[in-house]
């Protein structure tokens, strides 16, 4: 029997039990399963009747299964049929099906499948010819090379239709030979020369593909045609791509643009103030906006960028919609010192209530942070209650993992330690309130001794409500660092530490016994107890090792055993036995020398930013640099990007740390 172009005896004779699906939590019996209710749904077929053939086909786990081969005539004859309801989907299956097998290892794939594929090829690139104009978008990145699409191209007249193949033949031309780079440079020559001006946008993107100056020596076309308020609403009318069934905004398409500039970085923050310019002109606010959002995509990435943009940012904080003086405020507040010019204005807006439907927080918040970035004082009053305001009826901020969003509060109060006597009283207010309300430990718990353990001694009088959180066992760790930090000043506090439950822990006792010793306890009864369990203490772990660097020459009866676990370990415990070595020793070499593991590679293009900040901390504590460190760090200092791996707004805050310990490094003699 034949059901809307699909026989059901070939399905059922298709010995399923013998074959794999991607997925184990989806066993290949749900495939004939899927196909058959498919088949038997006709017209009213859905995507969700097809959900099940990707999690078992085309899961995005690198395989391609063999029941992928023995689905695919069936899966091509439904979509291939006009019958079915849900062909866009099915097309949108054969695309991720043709993608999984083009990416994945050779060994990950079914052995009969691209014998499969090929068996089916002429039916399955009719589907960019289809009558329905749906299924031949969706179908487009089926073409398996620049002939067919070259050929879709002549055969289309739809523009919704033209656009993605347009798109798509620089794509696929970059992966083919000389011949068909031409053909389809004069294909994109002829719309750069007579298209309309989305076109003509979406051929430069495209030539982007095959020569990336294209659109560097084309600025002036991009600028002109995203910034033309009569050709927005083009966009929208026909900016369809592949596998999004809505079609693209204009401020979208802002983003492929400025991404064609992304190897070019001048030139990049030249096209955002060029088409800042250019909407101050018209008044678009939508494309102020677009212009805010790659600002901040090239600031993440790009300190140098700064000064080109700085500007923009600070005259769109005049501006009337409130999404782009939130936009604004948030860029000046990244940018931190630099952004001092504007502190005045910001000082106006520290009220504004403006906000922006899909970010967090009001203009308001932005400024405040900003002149808090700044160093200037006319943030302090209201700071902390501002802050803690989305905490006070709920468990925590709910906002989207997107930019602008609103810094953690220990990132805005761990930096004004010099204004700790402003700030303390309405902090202590609110950690009260917060841990009434959240039995001891809440969500900003953590945050509130982030801040508290900054300001050392400073924040003092807040001693009853850290030796409030002693006893819980979540925050414990952190409460004994804030005493530590307190110093002699919280000398009081000791019999409560010495107490407190969390000391059945194991060791919880180490940390009590090295915070009494900066409380003024006994440092030698703790040097004891920490180098016993330093001796004796099985790696990977070592005990105690990182404690040991508080107690300088007086550990050195233990400085063999902490060589040895410097040699035996990796990582961050490698780096703080080299740390407590030099402090028990007071010999830089051997330490200097394994500090400097965690520098060379950031020099060669490496990543790891946390373990390279610990190893400048602990030069800086030694300061003393190898040749090779030293030339490795002016290397680095050179680079434009930012030192964080993070996309945020923490990429700002630890970029500045690593780069002023690397200014302070060098310059020692």
């Known amino acids: 029997m034949e059901v809307t172009g699909m026989s059901i005896e070939a399905l059922d004779a298709v010995p399923w039990d013998r074959l794999e699906s991607a997925l184990p939590q989806h066993p290949v019996e749900e495939v004939p399963r899927a196909l058959r209710r498919l088949a038997l749904a006709g017209g009213a077929a859905t995507e969700e009747h097809c959900s099940p053939l990707y999690w078992c086909l085309a899961a995005g786990n690198g395989r391609v299964p063999s029941a992928a081969t023995a689905a695919l005539p069936f899966v ?15 097309v949108g299956l054969l695309v991720s099906l043709k993608r999984a ?18 068996r089916h090829r002429d039916t ?15 179908a487009v990145p089926l073409a398996d090379g620049v002939v067919p699409l070259l050929a879709r191209w002549r055969a289309e007249t739809d523009p919704a239709m033209r656009l993605p193949v347009l798109l798509k033949l620089g794509e696929t031309a970059g992966e083919e030979d000389a011949g068909a780079v031409e053909e389809v440079r004069t294909v994109l020559g002829g719309v750069l020369r007579d298209g309309e001006p989305v076109m003509k946008v979406a051929a430069l993107i495209s030539w982007a593909r095959l020569d990336p100056q294209e659109p560097v020596r084309r600025i002036d076309l991009l600028v002109e045609t995203l910034s033309d308020l009569a050709v927005r609403p083009r966009f929208e009318e026909i900016w369809y791509v ?12 802002v983003t492929w643009a400025a991404e064609l500039f992304d190897h070019d970085a001048r030139t990049a923050a030249s096209f955002v103030v060029r088409l800042a310019d250019a909407a101050a002109r018209t008044g678009d606010a939508k494309l ?3 212009v805010l959002d790659e600002a901040w995509r090239l600031l993440v990435l790009r300190p140098s960028a700064a000064p080109a943009l700085l500007p923009v940012a600070g005259r769109l904080l005049d501006d009337p919609a409130d999404p782009v003086r939130l936009r604004a405020a948030h860029l000046l507040a990244v940018l931190g010192r630099e952004s001092a010019r504007y502190a005045d204005r910001l000082a106006t807006l520290i009220d504004d209530a403006g906000e922006d439907s899909y970010l967090e927080g009001t203009v308001g918040d932005y400024a405040r942070w900003a002149l808090t970035r700044i160093g200037d004082p006319r ?36 930096p004004l330690r010099a204004h700790a006597d402003v700030l303390l009283p309405a902090l202590r207010e609110v950690m009260r309130h917060h841990a009434a309300h959240n039995g001891g430990h809440g969500p900003l718990t953590g945050a509130f001794l982030k801040v508290l353990k900054a300001w050392g001694p400073d924040a003092l009088p807040a001693l009853p409500e850290v030796v409030a959180l002693l006893d819980d066992a979540r925050g414990s760790l952190s409460t004994v660092e804030v005493l530590a930090a307190m110093g002699p000043g919280a000398a009081s506090a000791e019999p409560a530490l010495r107490a407190c439950k969390p000391l059945n822990w194991p060791g919880h006792h180490w940390n009590a016994a090295w915070a009494a010793s900066h409380m003024g306890g006994d440092r030698t009864a703790a040097l004891r107890l920490i180098g016993d369990a330093v001796l004796t203490e099985e790696g990977p772990y070592y005990g105690p090792v990182h404690l040991l660097a508080d107690f300088g020459t007086s550990a050195a009866p233990y400085a063999d055993r902490v060589r040895h676990i410097m040699e035996d370990t990796q990582g961050l415990r ?3 036995a080299a740390l407590a070595l030099w402090s028990g020793t007071g010999e830089p070499k051997p330490s200097i020398s394994v500090l400097e593991e965690f520098v060379l590679p950031i020099a060669d293009g490496g990543e790891d930013y946390e373990l390279f900040g610990e190893a400048l901390r602990a030069l800086v504590r030694i300061g003393t640099l190898t040749p090779a460190t030293r030339a490795a760090l002016r290397t680095v200092r050179g680079f434009d990007g930012r030192l964080a791996r993070e996309r945020n707004y923490e990429a700002f805050l630890q970029d500045e740390e690593l780069r002023a310990a690397i200014e302070y490094l060098l310059a020692l003699p």
Do not use: C, T
């Open 76 to 90: 091509v004859a439904l979509a291939a049929d006009p019958g079915p309801g849900a062909r866009v989907d099915l």
């Open 101 to 118: 097998a083009k990416r994945a290892r050779p060994d990950l794939v079914d052995e009969g499948w691209h014998a499969e594929w090929r």
């Open 124 to 138: 399955v690139l009719a589907l960019l010819g289809d009558p329905d104009p749906d299924v031949r978008r969706e």
């Open 242 to 253: 592949s596998d999004v069934e809505e079609p693209f905004p204009r401020e979208a398409v």
């Open 288 to 290: 102020s906006e677009a």
């Open 379 to 414: 943030a302090l009053p209201g700071l902390v209650e501002r802050l803690y305001e989305p905490y006070r009826e709920h468990y925590g901020r709910g906002y989207r993992i997107s930019d602008p969003r609103l810094p953690d509060v220990d990132a805005v109060l761990v």
């Open 574 to 576: 490698r780096a703080e």
